[in-house]
């Protein structure tokens, strides 16, 4: 059903039709519209048989959910930035126990400085916790993303995390196809647990594990997403089948055929790249884009088939590796180990900085005329940054960096 609505309302229905039956929800900038509304809708009855649950902290969230899916029910929360490293404790507990937990991320900036605005930063934290990362490039693609979370977290009992763009989806309306429950409840099961904490037949659960297993347990964690490399493809296409429209999977090519100059992204950013692929192509560049849908597991195979023919590849990265570049940089090139192909690093849109056509367009012309250096800051201001360097090499106590820079903005200088 065709529906003009805010992205988290959209992810909130979406989730009701579900079917959770417990929901864990504390509020954090820019998710809390999410479990605002899944909890208007436990209260009006809309969502029945779950128990809506206010807790004191993030942490206290996704402890409640790993609780709850232990004790066999269908578990969802949410959260983002702070709140995400805040739970990261439980994040590695709930994938170490195999539980099939869904928690949507409204993916944001990590402070200091504090920062509410969109960036990946928070998602890259903890990236290697053994949470399938599912990222989102449009909200019909988050809604579609969530239903087939679920799926995928219960089929292979392991943890899965929809990332979606904070403010840049969670906040936009637009129009989205939203699934009746008829339609959910045709493509997602019933919920049956692999493992349930039952009186009846007690076990313990999170045991202590030496070194003589603890690698081997580790083992099974990593080949859950292996098994996620097939099962991802697959689910989106039985989806496909149920709803008539395809969406998921692990890489959405864009105008790949014949292109020598290729980029990379994962989330609402590949928006504007594809009109910059448009554009380009129309003045006779052979350039095209691929968009990671599935960051964990990475996807090496399929992104070295897609960029199979490239000369150059631009990894366009919503987030920064300090004294390295691009952590989404660092497995496209694991993708290209057998190919000799230069991967560069656009970092972009760190804390919200929009990112425009106009600044994508110059550096991916840089690129094809091979002038693009291996990490490239787009629209840097390196007049802020010389005079800040240059602050703190004049002055011993030269005083907190953010507030300068903000200080030198704020009076022109």
Not at 183 to 203: G, I, K, M, N, S
Not at 245 to 265: D, F, S, W
């Amino acid at each position: 059903m065709l529906k003009q609505l805010e992205g988290s309302v959209a992810i909130a229905e979406t989730v009701a039709y579900c079917r959770p039956e417990v929901v864990c929800a504390y509020p954090i900038t820019p998710q809390t519209h999410i479990v605002e509304g899944v909890g208007a809708l436990v209260k009006s009855g809309v969502l029945s048989n779950c128990e809506f649950i206010n807790v004191e902290s993030e942490f206290a969230a996704l402890s409640v959910a790993i609780g709850a899916s232990a004790a066999g029910a269908r578990a969802y929360t949410a959260t983002a930035s702070q709140g995400l490293l805040f739970m990261a404790e439980a994040v590695y507990n709930a994938a170490g126990l195999g539980l099939p937990i869904v928690m949507t991320i409204g993916n944001r900036a990590i402070g200091a400085p504090i920062n509410i605005w969109n960036d990946h930063s928070d998602s890259m934290a903890l990236k290697d916790a053994g949470w399938i990362q599912l990222f989102a490039e449009s909200n019909q693609e988050a809604v579609d993303l969530h239903i087939q979370a679920f799926r995928l977290a219960e089929e292979l009992s392991c943890p899965v995390m929809v990332c979606v763009d904070g403010f840049i989806l969670t906040h936009a309306y637009e129009r989205i196809d939203v699934p009746t429950q008829e339609e959910v409840d045709a493509f997602l099961p019933p919920f049956e647990p692999v493992q349930v904490l039952d009186p009846t037949e007690p076990y313990s659960i999170g045991a202590m594990v030496g070194p003589e297993a603890f690698t081997e347990v580790r083992y099974l964690g990593h080949q859950k997403q292996l098994q996620a490399l097939h099962l991802i493809p697959e689910i989106a296409k039985v989806f496909q089948d149920v709803f008539g429209r395809e969406t998921g999977g692990l890489v959405h090519p864009y105008r790949t055929e014949n292109a020598e100059t290729m980029i990379v992204a994962l989330g609402s950013i590949n928006g504007t790249i594809k009109d910059v692929v448009d554009a380009m192509r129309e003045s006779g560049t052979a350039i095209g884009s691929i968009g990671v849908c599935s960051f964990r597991p990475f996807p090496l195979e399929a992104l070295a088939k897609a960029l199979d023919g490239a000369k150059r590849v631009i990894v366009v990265e919503k987030s920064l590796a300090p004294g390295l570049g691009g952590m989404l940089t660092s497995d496209v090139r694991m993708s290209l180990l057998r190919q000799a192909i230069p991967v560069h690093t656009v970092i972009a849109g760190l804390g919200g900085r929009p990112v425009t056509g106009v600044s994508l367009t110059a550096a991916f012309e840089l690129a094809v005329n091979d002038q693009l250096e291996d990490v490239h800051f787009l629209d840097l201001d390196h007049a802020a940054i010389e005079h800040e360097v240059e602050r703190s090499r004049l002055t011993r106590k030269s005083g907190p960096t953010a507030e300068n820079i903000l200080r030198r903005l704020g009076s022109g200088v």
